[in-house]
């Protein structure tokens, strides 16, 4: 049902809520008789006119300088000048602290004044508060840059194995690589095997944040693919007495490089942040990041020196697609769809893939935007220090299901960590 806003003599347009009562007041009691339902039934005009004004308060990691000037200032603008909305960005060191306050107002029985509009998320979160009921879903269909993507993507129809079902918006595309400085490091290990061998014979050289920092879990899960003969043993539902078989091995193996680790493994890094200050300071060889964007970034601002080079591994190295997601109890639904819809236009999400702004990879298809739109990706100049998108993809590995990845990590914590 879609509210025909009429304007005849005497009589006044709707405002935006008075649109949304006279919605809620035309369904029957029961499930369809919520704001949510109403949201859904208007056109993409009325959700527009009702965003207007509004506050959304995303919720995002924030340990990126660039990615947080990104959202606040050319998203931010685009929002404020266009839609009339303010964006609020909120930094996070880990996206579960945001899903966690979304639980706890859900058990407080707050379901329409909640704190968080918009979340950056995948993976474990995700099903976190899909499983929980945390999230709004079934909207996305009216957003008209909804049909810039590829919902026949398995890798953006599920996330980390979970089937998305109209719950998030993807936002970017991202695969894990490594860096070395080329001017210290001329052949750095290619593959898991030759990193272990290279750890070994470089001892101090080389050390990885702590799960469930999640560039080291994403770490941990490589060599744990490694031990397990590649992840086709592993893809599916958790398996409890496979993760036994391998994690026993893995483990061992992660406890026999500790002494040739950073510190002699006494310590590990909490974050990839403090990691990547040990890469530019030359007290370890090596960095990685689920994000190859950001080693461009570093040289840019002088962290990394110029000589950075980043490069995927010969046996694969992990990818996976990010999403916003929009919980069940914001009380700025509308706008919050009006934020995902911009995030996921041709014009944002070619600034977000300019190598000095962000460098990150597109969710959307390119070949759907206008010929205009086309020639402007096309023309995006590559970084020297950042690996090509095309290159990663030819050994691009899947993410397991979320319970591989709990699993995994308190398994590190409890055999390694401890």
């Avoid at 893809?235 to 950073?262: C, H, M, Y």
């Amino acid at each position: 049902m879609v509210l025909q806003q009429k304007q005849e003599a005497g009589m006044k347009p709707m405002t935006p809520a008075l649109a949304l009562a006279v919605t809620l007041a035309a369904f029957p009691v029961g499930a369809e008789t919520t704001q949510d339902a109403a949201l859904k039934a208007m056109s993409w005009d009325q959700i527009v006119d009702t965003a207007r004004g509004a506050t959304v308060n995303m919720f995002m990691w924030g340990g990126a300088d660039n990615i947080n000037a990104y959202v606040s200032q050319t998203i931010g603008e685009i929002l404020k000048a266009e839609y009339g909305i303010t964006l609020n960005r909120v930094a996070l060191t880990d996206t579960a602290e945001a899903v966690a306050i979304v639980r706890g107002e859900k058990e407080a029985g707050i379901v329409e004044t909640g704190a968080v509009d918009l979340i950056w998320i995948n993976g474990e979160n995700f099903r976190t508060m899909k499983e929980a009921g945390l999230a709004f879903c079934g909207y996305t269909d009216a957003m008209p840059n909804n049909a810039l993507i590829n919902w026949g993507n398995p890798a953006i129809a599920n996330d980390f194995g979970v089937p998305v079902d109209g719950c998030e918006v993807p936002w970017s595309r991202a695969q894990f690589a490594f860096a070395y400085d080329a001017a210290r490091t001329p052949e750095p290990p290619r593959s898991i095997p030759d990193l272990i061998t290279w750890i070994k014979a470089n001892p101090g050289q080389f050390t990885y944040p702590a799960p469930p920092d999640f560039n080291g879990s994403v770490f941990v899960r490589h060599v744990f693919y490694a031990v397990a003969g590649g992840p086709d043993a592993l893809l599916g539902p958790f398996d409890q007495a496979r993760f036994d078989e391998v994690s026993t091995k893995t483990w061992a193996l992660l406890n026999e490089l500790e002494p040739f680790l950073w510190r002699g493994g006494q310590t590990y890094p909490n974050t990839v942040v403090q990691m990547n200050d040990l890469f530019a300071n030359g007290e370890v060889a090596l960095t990685f990041n689920y994000d190859p964007a950001q080693f461009g970034i570093a040289v840019q601002n002088g962290l990394f020196a110029d000589t950075t080079r980043s490069y995927g591994l010969t046996d694969g190295t992990i990818g996976n697609t990010n999403y916003t997601v929009i919980p069940f109890n914001s009380p700025n639904k509308a706008a919050a769809m009006v934020v995902q819809n911009v995030l996921l236009s041709a014009e944002a999400q070619y600034q977000k893939a300019l190598p000095d702004v962000w460098g990150a990879q597109p969710a959307i298809e390119i070949d759907r935007v206008s010929a205009d739109m086309q020639a402007k990706f096309a023309a995006i100049p590559a970084h020297p220090s950042v690996v090509s998108a095309t290159e990663l993809g030819r050994n691009a590995l899947p993410e397991l299901q979320a319970d591989w990845i709990s699993a995994i990590e308190q398994g590190w914590i409890a055999n390694v960590g401890e």
